[in-house]
T-cell receptor, first 114, second 114 residues
Framework: NAGVTQTPKFQVLKTGQSMTLQCAQD?????MSWYRQDPGMGLRLIHYSVGAGITDQGEVPNGYNVSRSTTEDFPLRLLSAAPSQTSVYFC?????????????FGEGSWLTVV | KQEVTQIPAALSVPEGENLVLNCSFT??????LQWFRQDPGKGLTSLLLIQSSQREQTSGRLNASLDKSSGRSTLYIAASQPGDSATYLC?????????????FGGGTRVLVKP
């Protein structure tokens, strides 16, 4: 009963490095999304996908890329890490095109960019 | 632009006391509202989802009310326990021509003292 699985849980990057945060769900959900959570800013949507092959930008997409080649996986790529991308990242999924249905979150990935 | 506010940001109560958590939103044309719980170092867990046509939802010791006209929702937790200590977030979902959007409040951090 895995739900939404994120890896890695913790990562330290140097400015300018690139990396990929992995997200996988085993609930056959169509809708998947990435959020970042920062003190005083709440949760902000980075990118989302309504199905395999379909992605779109959220509120704060700059500096991030996503792809959705399968229903299960939705990786988030940091192209050239910046200190402003230090944050906690959450992947979430839902069982329809309507993210207002019950949303399931992963346990988060703590990223520090130095 | 939809804004979601949760006041207070932090709350401390003795065990056994009832908890009352508030969520207010600026655009009353919401599709639904969800309450989430977040434990330190963990992701969000959905507690209750209220559709816009509903006035309240109940699950065990939890009861959430919704008053769309005044832009408010309240989460009641009866007979609080130390295990209820966590951060509680509300999120509202809007369907707009410009794009659907889920907006989170900043959360209320709750401490239940034994």
């Amino acid at each position: 009963n895995a739900g939404v699985t994120q890896t890695p849980k913790f990562q330290v990057l140097k400015t300018g490095q690139s990396m990929t945060l992995q997200c996988a769900q085993d609930m056959n959900h169509e809708y998947m999304s990435w959020y970042r959570q920062d003190p005083g800013m709440g949760l902000r949507l980075i990118h989302y996908s309504v199905g395999a092959g379909i992605t779109d930008q959220g509120e704060v997409p700059n500096g991030y890329n996503v792809s959705r080649s399968t229903t299960e996986d939705f990786p988030l790529r940091l192209l050239s890490a910046a200190p402003s991308q230090t944050s906690v990242y959450f992947c979430a999924s839902s069982n329809s095109h309507n993210p207002g249905n019950t949303i399931y979150f992963g346990e988060g990935s703590w990223l520090t960019v130095v | 632009k939809q804004e979601v506010t949760q006041i207070p940001a932090a709350l401390s109560v003795p065990e056994g006391e009832n908890l009352v958590l508030n969520c207010s939103f600026t655009d009353s044309a919401i599709y639904n509202l969800q309450w989430f719980r977040q434990d330190p170092g963990k992701g969000l867990t959905s507690l209750l989802l209220i559709q816009s046509s509903q006035r309240e939802q109940t699950s065990g010791r939890l009861n959430a009310s919704l008053d769309k006209s005044s832009g408010r929702s309240t989460l009641y937790i009866a007979a609080s326990q130390p295990g209820d200590s966590a951060t509680y977030l509300c999120a509202v979902y809007l369907i707009k021509a410009a794009g659907n959007k889920l907006t989170f409040g900043g959360g209320t951090r709750v401490l239940v003292k034994p």
